[in-house]
C-alpha cells in the first residue's frame, strides 16, 4: 500500500467502480475488471466517507464510534481494508 498519511484525504476513484448500498451493504463492480465486491455493514461505513474523500484518522474515528472498537483495532481494519482498495486500482 501506498503510505498515506493520516491527515491525507483518500477516496474512491469514481471512474473506477460502480456500487450501491443494498439493506447496509455496498454492492459494487470494478469497471475495468466487471468484480463484484460485496462490502459488509463495517466496511460499508468506510466506503460511504471514502465516496466523498475522508481521511485514515477520520475513517478510524467513524469505526471506533460506530462499532466501539479499540483505535489500534479500527486503524489495522482501516490500513487492511484501504490496502485492498489499493491493490485494486479504485483509489485516487
Same mark, same amino acid.
Given at each position: /500500500? #501506498?503510505? $498515506?498519511?493520516?491527515? !491525507?484525504?483518500?477516496?474512491?476513484? &469514481? *471512474?473506477?467502480? %460502480?456500487?450501491?448500498?443494498?439493506? @447496509? *451493504?455496498?454492492?459494487?463492480?470494478?469497471?475495468?475488471?466487471?468484480?463484484?465486491?460485496?462490502?459488509?455493514? #463495517?466496511? !460499508?461505513?468506510?466506503? $460511504?466517507?471514502?465516496?466523498?474523500?475522508? #481521511?485514515?484518522?477520520?475513517?478510524?474515528? $467513524?469505526?471506533?464510534?460506530? =462499532?466501539?472498537?479499540? &483505535? %489500534? !483495532?479500527? /486503524? +489495522? *481494519?482501516?490500513?487492511? =481494508?484501504?490496502?485492498?482498495? %489499493?491493490? +485494486? @486500482?479504485?483509489?485516487?
Amino acid at each position: /500500500m #501506498t503510505d $498515506r498519511s493520516s491527515s !491525507a484525504a483518500v477516496r474512491l476513484r &469514481p *471512474d473506477a467502480v %460502480e456500487w450501491r448500498e443494498v439493506e @447496509g *451493504d455496498v454492492i459494487a463492480v470494478d469497471v475495468r475488471t466487471s468484480e463484484y465486491l460485496a462490502i459488509n455493514d #463495517t466496511g !460499508a461505513v468506510l466506503w $460511504r466517507a471514502l465516496h466523498g474523500g475522508a #481521511t485514515s484518522a477520520e475513517l478510524v474515528e $467513524r469505526l471506533v464510534a460506530r =462499532f466501539d472498537v479499540e &483505535p %489500534e !483495532a479500527a /486503524m +489495522r *481494519d482501516v490500513e487492511a =481494508f484501504l490496502a485492498g482498495l %489499493e491493490e +485494486r @486500482g479504485l483509489l485516487e
